[in-house]
C-alpha cells in the first residue's frame, strides 16, 4: 500500500499511473495493453489490436510524408500560375490605353515578383489547408511519441521513412524546379 498525503491522495510518483482503462508506463516500453492512443477508449488491449494501432500509424506517417510531397509540387505549380498572371496583368496594361495601373516590366518588379507573390486565394487557402491538416498530424505523432510505447514509437518512424522514400523525391524536386 502506498503512503496517503494529509489530504488522502497518493503522492508517490514511482509506480505507474492508473488510468480509468490502463497504465500509463512513464519509460520506453514494449507492453501490450494500457496505453491510451488519443482517446479515452482508444486502448489497444491484445496483440492484434496492438498490431492494428501500429499499422495504422504507420499509414498515417505515409500520408504525412504524401502531404509534405503533394505541397511541394504545388508550390511550383503555383509559382508558376502566379508569374503568368502577373505577367498576363502587365500585358493587358500595357494594351489598355497605355495606362499603367501596374509598372511595367523591369528587373526589379521581375525580382520583387520572385520575392513576394500575390495572394491568389484558390492557392494560398489550400496552402493553408494542407499547412494546417500537416501541423495536425505532427501534434497526434507527438502525442503518441508521448505514450512511450516503443512499438507506437518505431511504426511512426518507419512509416515517416518509408513515406520519405515513396514520395521524399517530390517534395525536394519541388523545391529545385524553379
Given at each position: 500500500?502506498?503512503?496517503?498525503?494529509?489530504?488522502?491522495?497518493?503522492?508517490?510518483?514511482?509506480g505507474s499511473m492508473?488510468?480509468?482503462?490502463?497504465?500509463?508506463?512513464?519509460?520506453?516500453?514494449?507492453?501490450?495493453?494500457?496505453d491510451i492512443l488519443w482517446f479515452q477508449g482508444w486502448v489497444p488491449q491484445g496483440p492484434g489490436a496492438m498490431f492494428g494501432a501500429c499499422v495504422g500509424l504507420f499509414l498515417l506517417a505515409l500520408v504525412d510524408r504524401w502531404i509534405a510531397a503533394c505541397r511541394a509540387m504545388m508550390e511550383v505549380h503555383w509559382a508558376k500560375r502566379a508569374q503568368i498572371a502577373y505577367a498576363n496583368k502587365l500585358n493587358a496594361n500595357e494594351n489598355a490605353d497605355k495606362k499603367r495601373a501596374v509598372p511595367p516590366l523591369?528587373?526589379?518588379?521581375?525580382?520583387?515578383?520572385?520575392r513576394a507573390p500575390p495572394f491568389i486565394p484558390a492557392?494560398?487557402?489550400v496552402r493553408g489547408i494542407l499547412h494546417a491538416g500537416q501541423?495536425?498530424?505532427?501534434?497526434?505523432?507527438?502525442?503518441v511519441v508521448m505514450t512511450f510505447q516503443l512499438g507506437f514509437i518505431i511504426s511512426i518512424?518507419?512509416?515517416l521513412g518509408?513515406?520519405?522514400?515513396?514520395?521524399?523525391?517530390?517534395?525536394?524536386?519541388?523545391?529545385?524546379l524553379h
Open positions: 500500500m502506498q503512503a496517503r498525503d494529509s489530504n488522502g491522495m497518493i503522492m508517490s510518483m514511482d492508473d488510468l480509468a482503462s490502463g497504465n500509463m508506463l512513464t519509460y520506453l516500453h514494449f507492453t501490450v495493453g494500457g523591369t528587373p526589379g518588379n521581375v525580382f520583387l515578383m520572385r492557392h494560398d487557402i501541423a495536425a498530424l505532427t501534434f497526434a505523432f507527438m502525442l518512424v518507419v512509416g518509408v513515406g520519405e522514400t515513396l514520395f521524399g523525391r517530390y517534395a525536394h524536386a519541388g523545391t529545385t
